[in-house]
Each structure stands twice: as C-alpha cells, then as structure tokens.
C-alpha cells in the first residue's frame, strides 16, 4: 500500500486522483483548500482510506501547518494538482489576463498558486517524499506551457504553468542523486469545472492515463513534459 498526498483534492481531476488511488487501497491525503465542495470526498473517504486535510495553496503559513501535521509520515508520491487558471476571455468575456487588459494582481494569484505553491509543497514534504518508497513529485501542467507550441492568450496562466515546469525540472536534476523522480502532467482538455462542460476527456480517463504515466516514471525521466496518454510535451 502507497501513500499519496493531492492537492485540490475536493473536486475534478484532484478527487478523482482521490477516488482512483483509494480504490486501489492506497492511503490518500487529501489535500482541500477549504471546506467547501467535500461533501462526495468525505462520503469516499468513510469507505476507503482517504484523510482529509485542510491547507490553502495561497497561504504558505497553513502549508507550514501540514508540514508539521504531516511530520515523520512516509509519503511515496505528491501530487501538486491544486491550481487556478483565472479570467477567461473566450469563455466569460474576462480580458483579465489579456494583453492590453491585463490585471497584475491577477497574475500574482496565479503565480502564487500555481508555481509558488508546489515548489512551496515540495519544499515543507520533502522529508516525508524521502521516508517513501515511490520517491515520485508529479505536478499537473498544462501543454499551454509549452514555448515551442506557443500559441496567444490566458498569458497570466500559460506563464505560471510555464515557470512552474522550470523549478520542477529544476528540481528534479537537483534531487535526481536521492532517487526522487519528477514530472510534468498535462491532463489534457479535462470535462471539469476548470476545462469545461465542452471538455471531450472525462476525469476518469485523463486520471486513469495519468497514473499509468506516473507508475511507468523512471528516474532517466525525471524532470520531463508528458500528456496524460504518455506522449512527450516539447518544452
């Protein structure tokens, strides 16, 4: 039996990391940014083995909170998936992140949450990540990220998936000596509340691809881009 901690674990892509990881009798840490919204993780969790963990990714000090909640467990794989990605434009007519309109605080948030955080995670757990067997940080991307598929738009987002993707490949060369193994995820275009009900992937086939992904990670793979089908992301 694994351990596995995921943030944004209350809905989406995160519970169903929760629901899939449980089923399989893996111990989860859910990881919620609040109360709101639990109701289906706490109608899993009295039947399998999920505990529910309260921890704002926007505020560093409730992260030093779970780091010392969590002290002295072994965990064998986090999952940094909590993340926001703000105005859209094309969607709800937003330009918030939007060249010519853009709102800085906005791209702070993001930033805040989308690439502080993880690094924030990966930092307070590392101890655990170490006591583990798995030895396995995995971040959920975007392929929006990606510089040489460049394309225009949500450029407060793309860019904080972007930095995210160099500290954790970062990381990984850094970590790469103690076996920890990285990776970057893109679940694709997702039917969740984030992507959309225009989303064609449903949470249970991008999650069921994107496990597949990370128990088939090496440490020769540490650090690289990935779709949650097993295809290489260009950087």
């Known amino acids: 039996m694994r351990t596995v901690l995921v943030t944004g674990a209350n809905r989406g892509i995160g519970l169903e990391f929760a629901k899939q990881y449980a089923s ?5 840490i859910a990881i919620c940014r ?21 921890a704002d990714m ?22 940094n998936n909590a993340g926001v990605f703000g105005p859209k434009a094309q ?35 590392i101890e655990n990540i170490r006591l583990g067997k798995d030895k396995k940080v995995i971040t959920i991307s975007s392929s929006i990220a990606s510089i040489e598929d460049v394309s225009p738009g949500v450029n407060a987002y793309r860019a904080s998936k972007c930095a ?7 990381l990984a060369m850094e970590l790469k000596d103690q076996g920890i193994k990285f990776a970057l995820l893109c679940p694709g275009w997702v039917n969740t509340r984030m ?6 992937i449903t949470p249970e086939v991008s999650v069921s691809g994107l496990r597949n992904v990370i128990d088939n990670l090496s440490i020769e793979q540490s ?13």
């Open 164 to 170: 995210v993707n160099m500290v954790m490949a970062s």
């Open 223 to 235: 650090g690289k881009f990935y779709r949650y089908n097993g295809e290489s992301i260009p950087w």
């Open 195 to 200: 992507g959309g009900g225009k989303a064609p």
């Open 24 to 28: 399989d009798e893996d111990q989860v």
């Open 91 to 125: 969607a709800d007519g937003d330009l918030r992140q939007s060249f010519g309109h853009m709102n800085y605080d906005v791209w702070r948030k993001l930033m805040d949450i989308n690439t502080l955080a993880p690094y924030k995670i990966v930092e307070s757990l």
């Open 34 to 54: 609040n109360d709101d919204y639990t109701d289906e993780l706490k109608i899993i969790s009295k039947k399998n083995n999920i505990r529910i963990k309260l």
């Open 58 to 79: 926007s505020d560093f000090k409730s992260i030093d909170i779970l780091q010392n909640e969590l002290s002295g467990i072994p965990i064998d794989i986090i999952i």
